[in-house]
């Protein structure tokens, strides 16, 4: 159960295209499609962008994409907007009942 | 609207219990998986445990494994996480989560505000 690796920053101008990793294993990432994406600012509850690699709920923006190849997902903003700049963090399922979160990557809006 | 409200979080001593409620609203209960999910101070969130719609099946991360509990009452929408034997290191920001499914854990939609459990002597 460790967790997944995330990069610990990311930064990009307002306008631009920044994209964040999280890499995990055969016994996750690589073995399902359940791999979700929340942004979480400080003192706020976590809000789901992404689950099932690539799906979007209702009401998140299409600046956010999800992709997945092998044992390593991705998170795309394009765009990048000021409101952007928060944390964000991965999750898999990895099987005997067990989810697995990233180690969480900064995005800062220069 | 969908409503997570945890209760329970305190100040407690190591080595003794703790129990964490969590009232839900605003969505068929019984219809999701439910889990906890801790922040520690200044760090990332840690996926603690997980249930069903049915309580047929459960996970537990690691480090809380043969400590907690984790139990849903779907007559009253709630579900409750006990705190045995707890440490030092279980001090975090604990979170009442939905999954987006029944029983496999794909994803949370919705996460309360979270309830403080602070474990110190």
């Known amino acids: 159960q460790s967790a997944l690796t995330q990069p610990a920053s990311v930064s990009g101008s307002p306008g631009e295209s920044i994209t964040i990793s999280c890499t995990g294993s055969?016994?996750?990432?690589?073995?399902?499609?359940?791999v979700s994406w929340y942004q979480h600012h400080p003192g706020k509850a976590p809000k789901l962008m992404i689950y099932?690699?690539?799906n979007r709920p209702s009401g998140v923006s299409n600046r956010f994409s999800g992709s997945k190849a092998g044992n390593t997902a991705a998170l795309t903003i394009s765009g990048l907007q000021a409101e952007d700049e928060a944390d964000y963090y991965c999750?898999?399922?990895?099987?005997?009942?067990?989810?697995?979160f990233g180690t969480g990557t900064k995005v800062t809006v220069l | 609207e969908v409503q997570l409200v945890e209760s329970g979080g305190d100040l407690v001593q190591p080595g003794r219990s703790l129990r964490l409620s969590c009232a839900t609203s605003?969505?068929?209960?019984?219809?999701?998986?439910m889990h906890w999910v801790r922040q520690t101070p200044g760090k990332g969130l840690e996926w603690v445990s997980g249930?069903?719609?049915?309580?047929?099946?459960?996970g537990y991360a690691a480090s809380v494994k043969g400590r907690f509990t984790i139990s849903r009452d779907n007559a009253k929408n709630s579900l409750y996480l006990q705190m045995n034997s707890l440490r030092v290191e279980d001090t975090a920001l604990y979170y009442c989560?939905?999954?987006?499914?029944?029983?496999?854990?794909?994803?949370?939609?919705?996460w309360g505000q979270g309830s403080l459990v602070t474990v110190s002597s």
């Open positions: 989560a939905k999954d987006i499914f029944s029983s496999v854990w794909t994803g949370i939609d919705y």
């Open positions: 605003g969505f068929t209960f019984d219809d999701y998986a």
């Open positions: 249930i069903s719609w049915n309580s047929a099946k459960i």
């Open positions: 055969s016994s996750d990432i690589e073995s399902y499609n359940y």
């Open positions: 099932d690699v690539t």
């Open positions: 999750s898999s399922y990895e099987g005997s009942s067990s989810l697995v």
